[in-house]
């Protein structure tokens, strides 16, 4: 099988175009073609000459990601796909349409996840492999394609689907670089958002990129036992140095991070836990997420009751903390990362 044309960067591309005999600026072309126009197929690319396109189709496919099955929610917000990649892993998207104005697709980093996490579809599934840059950056490409097929425009794009981002660095760093491009996707670095379990060395790295991106950390306890005890992780980078890394990004990029938590009853949603957090990010320019969890099949845990869900937040307001309570999108629809994955194996 051919490769795909996703997986080069422009200067591989221009690379493979020189050795052609062709100049370097119709490399150009066919990247804004590709990321830009986002075409299907180098027929379209009219401006190229016709040896060119031929050669780009004998060298090349555009995309490798197949469709297995497709869920929208009852309330039409929101849409995930399950697709499978040419070696048959399979990985999770989500687009989720917020406010009327922004459409934020949620994408995969790798198939399945090595961290372990132990309410997680995906960390149930133990790790696969790593997504190429041009795997993660594809995704949001289908779903802007299709959104500006009905004039629409894709406006944020979060990493938060399955596997770890900060695990799979260069290939997630050259994904954000082509999101961004203003000759490709044009996503704005504010409008992109980065969430991880927390591989402290791997912040700091991504802190010196001195990027715009937004930092969402998946905190889920106030203490090394509680956390050690949901996020193996912990125990490699403990709560100290995990803050630490978090004062560094803020330092360095000015930009305010997102906490997530998941609210799992009479585990993580306790008063104590939540002054715990309170104390923990005191002086930490931050907002909490609230997340009830979504259950899955390999743990136990269940989501609190609403009004318990508000005392939280109520003492998180005390502490001059800010918190949103975010009710996953398309519960309905399995739309928890990993989850249609594992309900679609068990079938
Ligand atoms: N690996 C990264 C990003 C993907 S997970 C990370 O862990 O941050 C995206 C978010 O979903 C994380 O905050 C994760 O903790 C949360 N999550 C995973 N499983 C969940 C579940 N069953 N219920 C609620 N949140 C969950
Ligand atoms: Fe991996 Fe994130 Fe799931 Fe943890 S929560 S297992 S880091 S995908």
Same mark, same amino acid.
Do not use: I
């Given at each position: 099988m051919t490769d795909s044309i996703y997986d080069l960067t422009l200067r591989d591309l221009t690379q493979k175009i020189e050795t052609w005999? $062709?100049? @370097? *600026?119709r490399a150009r072309q066919v990247w804004e073609w590709l *990321?830009?126009?986002?075409?299907? #197929?180098? @027929? @379209?690319? /009219?401006?190229?000459p016709q040896t060119l396109r031929t050669r780009l189709e004998e060298a090349f496919h555009i995309g490798g990601l197949v469709p297995v099955t497709e869920l929208h929610s009852t309330d039409g917000q929101t849409i995930k796909r399950l697709w499978r990649l040419p070696d048959d892993q399979l990985i999770e998207s989500v687009l989720m349409e917020y406010d009327g104005v922004r459409r934020t697709a949620c994408i995969s980093?790798?198939?399945?996840?090595?961290?372990?996490?132990?309410?997680c579809a995906t960390g149930q599934m133990g790790f696969a492999r790593h997504l190429s840059a041009g795997e993660i950056v594809e995704q949001a490409l289908i779903f802007a394609r299709q959104l500006e097929a009905d !004039?629409? /425009?894709?406006?944020n794009v979060v990493?938060? !689907?399955? #596997? $770890?981002p900060l695990h799979n660095y260069d290939a997630t760093l050259e994904a954000i670089a082509r999101l961004n491009d203003p000759a490709g996707l044009n996503i704005g670095q504010r409008h992109i958002t980065l969430s991880t379990v927390g591989l402290v060395p791997a912040i700091r790295r991504f802190a010196d990129e001195q990027l715009q991106v937004g930092l969402a950390i998946s905190?889920? @306890?106030?203490t090394d036992e509680a956390r050690s005890k949901l996020l193996p992780v912990n125990k490699r980078w403990p709560l100290a140095d995990l803050l630490d890394a978090i004062r560094y990004y803020i330092d360095q990029t000015g930009r305010r991070v997102t906490f997530e938590w998941a609210l799992i009853a009479g585990e993580n949603d306790t008063l104590q836990q939540a002054h715990q957090l309170g104390t923990l990010l005191r002086g930490v320019k931050c907002h909490v997420n609230l997340i009830p969890l979504n259950p899955t099949q390999g743990y136990g845990g269940q989501p609190p009751d609403p009004a318990q869900v508000e005392a939280f937040r109520a003492t998180l307001h005390d502490y001059r903390i800010g918190s949103t309570v975010r009710v996953r999108r398309g519960i309905d629809i399995q739309a928890g990362c990993g989850q249609l994955k594992a309900d679609v194996l068990q079938r």
């Open positions: 005999g $062709e100049p @370097a *600026y *990321y830009q126009h986002k075409v299907t #197929g180098f @027929a @379209a690319m /009219r401006n190229l980093t790798q198939a399945g996840c090595a961290m372990g996490c132990v309410f !004039g629409d /425009r894709l406006s990493l938060m !689907g399955m #596997g $770890e905190l889920h @306890a106030a």
